[in-house]
């Protein structure tokens, strides 16, 4: 399906959900979510996290996907039309700019990651096995300090991304979604039973699922809430693109609920997984960003036939990335062959290019320039941090903002077609809770700044 065509319609209620759990299901639950929850002590995020999808995600999942279809076109004309049907000012728009912008900004460091997953395919399918966890570490730490691989790495990832944005067909990455999700879902499970087998599940568990008050920190609130917009794909543009080709007759709040469950699932189940082995070799849960890729590969390399499981893993991680990556890109190629009327390929390329550009410098920062900070921040996690912590949820605020109290109720009703009960629960949800959620997080960081 042409995303260059914004009366495009998908072809069907699967179709929608499909690539729309694509765009969420990515590295933010394989990848993101374990490192987070061993970074922030455990239960007590990944139980702000639950909290934050069901009342923060979900309802701004359901008006994104609202905008979007109303507006029917990119996050930024979305957002004008919508405005202007309501008699707002035009200056919503900005919002879809900040949206269309972020997404290229969380892209820029998003791709070096997907990078890391390739190099990983690469080693597992040409037989490298890391025995030990110090030889883990080893290899991992080797990668990020050479920034040729690293961009190398990440031209190739970013390539793939632009080439299925360049021909604008959805359809391919459809299709693919329709039987690799299921694919990557099962072989989770199948991690999770093996970590049962021979991990420490029962650790794993009890760090995931035992709340202890005391871990709750303003730092855990904030970043639990950040990754609840990350993993959903909130306030990027990306789903407000992907609603805007949903027909008139699909219920945006079955869907949603849908999607923002298979999305929780897969963390968790990534989470229990990858904790279970990390306590069975006796391993740090709070390693950060390099968890995933340090506690795998070990485990691949025990196990029998574990070279296979492992490519074929790392594969379904790539996928996931790449459909999540393509909806990335998508919002911003969108406004420029619609309000611009560029080329479709110039547009995507381009706008590769200069995503390279910026990930170039990402690279760089986790070796060469590693000694350039900003409050303590290299440039890959101050991208991270601007993006999750500040952009998203200031943007997800605005939408919440928009769509619970500047649009006309008929407007929005005429969109969530639950019955009136139901509706009016997420209404007040959207128009209260998120809100009061929100604020209440950031107003509690700005007064209490804690490391
Ligand atoms: N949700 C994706 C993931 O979990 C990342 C993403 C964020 C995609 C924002 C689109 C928009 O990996």
Not at 9 to 17: D, E, L, T, Y
């Amino acid at each position: 399906m042409s995303a260059a065509a914004p009366r495009s319609i998908w072809s069907s209620r699967w179709a929608f959900i499909l690539v729309t759990v694509g765009s969420a299901v990515g590295l933010g639950n394989i990848w993101r979510f374990p490192y987070m929850t061993g970074a922030q002590g455990g239960s007590a995020f990944v139980l702000v996290y639950l909290l934050c999808v069901a009342l923060v995600g979900l309802p701004l999942l359901m008006a994104e996907i609202l905008i979007g279809r109303r507006g029917r076109g990119n996050p930024i004309s979305a957002m004008l039309k919508v405005s202007e049907e309501n008699g707002a000012s035009p200056w919503w728009g900005l919002l879809g700019w900040v949206g269309v912008l972020g997404a290229l900004l969380i892209l820029s460091y998003y791709s070096v990651v997907a990078g890391w997953i390739v190099d990983y395919i690469y080693q597992t399918v040409s037989g490298v096995k890391v025995m030990t966890p110090e030889a883990a570490k080893q290899h991992f730490d080797d990668l990020l300090a050479d920034p040729l691989q690293l961009i190398f790495w990440n031209t190739i990832f970013l390539a793939l991304t632009v080439g299925v944005v360049a021909r604008g067909v959805l359809s391919g990455i459809e299709r693919a979604s329709l039987l690799l999700m299921p694919a990557l879902f099962i072989i989770l499970l199948f991690l999770v039973f093996w970590g049962g087998m021979v991990g420490d599940m029962r650790a794993a568990w009890h760090f995931m699922f035992d709340f202890k008050p005391e871990l709750l920190t303003g730092q855990v609130v904030l970043s639990a809430m950040g990754h609840a917009f990350f993993s959903l794909s909130l306030g990027m543009g990306a789903i407000m693109a992907y609603g805007s080709y949903l027909d008139k007759h699909t219920s945006i709040a079955h869907n949603s609920f849908w999607i923002a469950l298979a999305d929780t699932l897969v963390g968790l189940l990534a989470g229990l997984a990858v904790f279970s082995f990390t306590f069975a070799h006796g391993l740090k849960a709070s390693s950060g960003p390099g968890l995933v890729f340090q506690t795998l590969p070990l485990v691949f390399a025990h196990m029998p036939g574990g070279q296979v499981v492992g490519a074929f893993f790392f594969l379904l991680v790539l996928f996931a990335a790449w459909t999540s990556a393509i909806s990335l890109v998508e919002p911003f190629v969108a406004w420029m062959t619609e309000r611009l009327g560029i080329h479709r390929a110039v547009a995507a390329w381009g706008t590769g290019l200069a995503v390279w550009l910026l990930g170039v410098a990402v690279c760089l920062s986790l070796n060469d320039w590693s000694g350039w900070k900003l409050f303590g921040l290299n440039l890959f996690d101050q991208l991270d941090y601007l993006t999750s912590r500040i952009f998203m949820p200031l943007s997800g605020l605005a939408i919440a903002v928009f769509v619970g109290w500047i649009m006309s109720r008929k407007n929005v009703r005429d969109e969530i077609t639950l019955p009136a009960a139901h509706f009016l629960i997420w209404w007040r949800i959207l128009r209260y809770v998120t809100i009061l959620a929100i604020v209440m997080v950031f107003v509690y960081r700005l007064t209490n700044p804690d490391p």
